[in-house]
């Protein structure tokens, strides 16, 4: 199957009567889902003249109604923008018209939040319909279908293309790694549509004949109730998700006994959260790696490689994918040695959104530039270090927060932790711990650099420690370190050293 559209079509005729969507104790089957992609569609095209390449956003939580939408565009050849609910007016805005959507759909709770966009604003009940209307057949294999904004952790967000072509390399990628995925199946669609991890499995799910079991908001109380009510046999959820379904009493009692395979990624998990997850829910657990300019996961690592150094890693690229390491001059780099991680294949990206220049900067002879620095093994395994742009060079040696992170988070004091480098005059940057104690504890600086001590080499370890309540991250856990830095760095000119 080449479309998306291509593919709900082969899907209700196959079995219209079968679950599709399962959303706050309403169902749509495969059948009710293609009619209502191709009346939204033609309602489109009819009364918004959408025509192929025109963008519309949307700004909803997750709901059945969103997933409709987002196969309703594609048939009509335009392209879906999601949008971050969680983003302030201003910054809506700024995503929504950069996106310069022919309109933008919206949840009425989210109205207050679009003052300020410059586009044609409807509530998701005035989206026209044309149910009567012949089925649109706007398939393009090669078409862009999805543009979703990068996380804007190191600067201002911006619109990664993806095309049918990236969407269905993604589902034929991920089968290999969760057969789990299976016609007549149920699947937790749990993480925000408007992220890769959230958008992209749902698609999977639909295109896998599962049913994709929509949850509207991550609250854990809600989802550890639906994974056992549901009887959830696949899932797709972020290291954050895991810590606080885990740390809940019921997580102890409740029957996952349907749930065969948990995947995650998107952020670091701790040894400790990987334990007490595979404790609690006593399932296979894949990790994935991979970035929303690939359509998501491009690594996995397979339950059965979850021990030793191995547990470090990744994984190895999936089907269809290549990975390998290189350093600033793009020259591969021997084995173990840090560079920069790059990527090609099926899945990259066509481009940022009129971002042409950050384009040919990310993408060189067809390979994707992550700007995660690793390192690979023989095997190919991929051993991630961090952020290039948030290594810390510490006289002259580089340090990667995250493998400090790591550390610290084993102390049985530290709840979460962010390392960040800070100006100093002798050594340029020196390394900081930010760290969040657990409740009822009250560690000390002086434990935890003596923590660090014994499992660190000296030019790693952090030279102070401040305790902070809580550390920011963005929707998909990633920490933003441009936050915690701000404050450190502020009257330098340069924010490295």
């Given at each position: 199957m080449r479309t998306i559209s291509e593919m709900l079509r082969w899907r209700a005729r196959r079995h219209p009567d079968l679950e599709a969507i399962w959303y706050q104790g309403e169902s749509t089957t495969y059948g009710q889902l293609n009619e209502a992609a191709s009346a939204v569609a033609a309602g489109l095209i009819r009364e918004l003249d959408v025509t192929p390449g025109d963008r519309v956003a949307f700004l909803d939580k997750n709901s059945a109604r969103s997933l409709e939408l987002i196969l309703a565009l594609d048939r009509a050849g335009a392209v879906a923008v999601p949008v971050n609910w969680r983003l302030t007016a201003a910054e809506v805005a700024t995503v929504v018209n950069d996106a310069d959507p022919v309109a933008l759909v919206l949840d009425e709770e989210f109205r207050q939040n679009a003052d300020q966009v410059n586009c044609r604003i409807l509530g998701f009940d005035e989206?026209?319909?044309?149910?009567?209307?012949?089925?649109?057949?706007?398939?393009?294999?090669?078409?862009?279908?999805?543009?979703?904004?990068?996380?804007?952790?190191?600067?201002?967000p911006k619109g990664a293309m993806l095309t049918n072509l990236n969407l269905t390399a993604l589902t034929g990628?991920?089968?290999?790694?969760?057969?789990?995925?299976?016609?007549?199946?149920?699947?937790?669609?749990?993480?925000?549509?408007?992220?890769?991890?959230?958008?992209?499995?749902?698609?999977?799910?639909?295109?896998?004949?599962?049913?994709?079991?929509?949850?509207?908001?991550?609250?854990?109380?809600?989802?550890?109730?639906?994974?056992?009510?549901?009887?959830?046999?696949?899932?797709?959820?972020?290291?954050?998700?895991?810590?606080?379904?885990?740390?809940?009493?019921?997580?102890?009692?409740?029957?996952?006994?349907?749930?065969?395979?948990?995947?995650?990624?998107?952020?670091?998990?701790?040894?400790?959260?990987?334990?007490?997850?595979?404790?609690?829910?006593?399932?296979?657990?894949?990790?994935?790696?991979?970035?929303?300019?690939?359509?998501?996961?491009?690594?996995?690592?397979?339950?059965?490689?979850?021990?030793?150094?191995?547990?470090?890693?990744?994984g190895r690229a999936m089907y269809g994918m290549d990975v390998k390491v290189v350093d600033a001059e793009d020259r591969d780099v021997p084995h173990g040695e840090i560079g920069e991680i790059v990527i090609r294949g099926p899945g990259i990206m066509k481009g940022y959104w009129r971002r042409d220049e950050d384009t040919r900067a990310a993408v060189r002879d067809g390979w994707f530039h992550t700007g995660d620095a690793g390192t690979m093994d023989a095997e190919g395994f991929i051993y991630i270090k961090d952020r290039i742009k948030d290594m810390i060079v510490s006289g002259g040696e580089n340090v990667y927060p995250a493998e400090i992170e790591g550390v610290l988070a084993g102390h049985p004091d530290v709840a979460d932790v962010a390392v960040i480098g800070v100006p100093d005059d002798q050594w340029g940057e020196t390394v900081k711990a930010l760290i969040v104690p657990k409740p009822d504890t009250e560690p000390t600086a002086e434990a935890i650099l003596d923590w660090a001590k014994e499992r660190l080499a000296g030019y790693k370890r952090p030279r102070s420690v401040d305790f902070v309540q809580a550390i920011p991250r963005n929707p998909s856990g990633k920490i933003l370190k441009r936050e915690l830095r701000e404050p450190y760095w502020a009257g330098h000119e340069r924010r490295v050293s």
């Open positions: 989206v026209p319909r044309d149910s009567g209307a012949a089925d649109p057949r706007r398939d393009d294999e090669d078409a862009v279908t999805w543009q979703l904004y990068t996380s804007g952790t190191t600067g201002l990628s991920i089968l290999f790694e969760a057969p789990e995925l299976h016609e007549g199946g149920r699947s937790l669609v749990a993480m925000p549509l408007y992220h890769i991890g959230g958008c992209g499995w749902a698609l999977a799910s639909i295109t896998c004949g599962s049913t994709a079991v929509v949850v509207r908001e991550f609250v854990p109380q809600d989802v550890l109730a639906i994974l056992a009510d549901q009887k959830i046999e696949v899932g797709f959820l972020v290291p954050a998700a895991l810590l606080f379904l885990t740390s809940l009493p019921e997580s102890q009692t409740a029957d996952f006994s349907s749930l065969r395979n948990v995947l995650y990624g998107a952020s670091p998990i701790s040894p400790e959260v990987l334990k007490r997850s595979i404790d609690t829910f006593k399932c296979r657990f894949t990790q994935v790696y991979g970035l929303t300019e690939t359509t998501g996961a491009v690594v996995a690592l397979q339950f059965e490689q979850h021990e030793g150094e191995k547990l470090l890693s990744a």
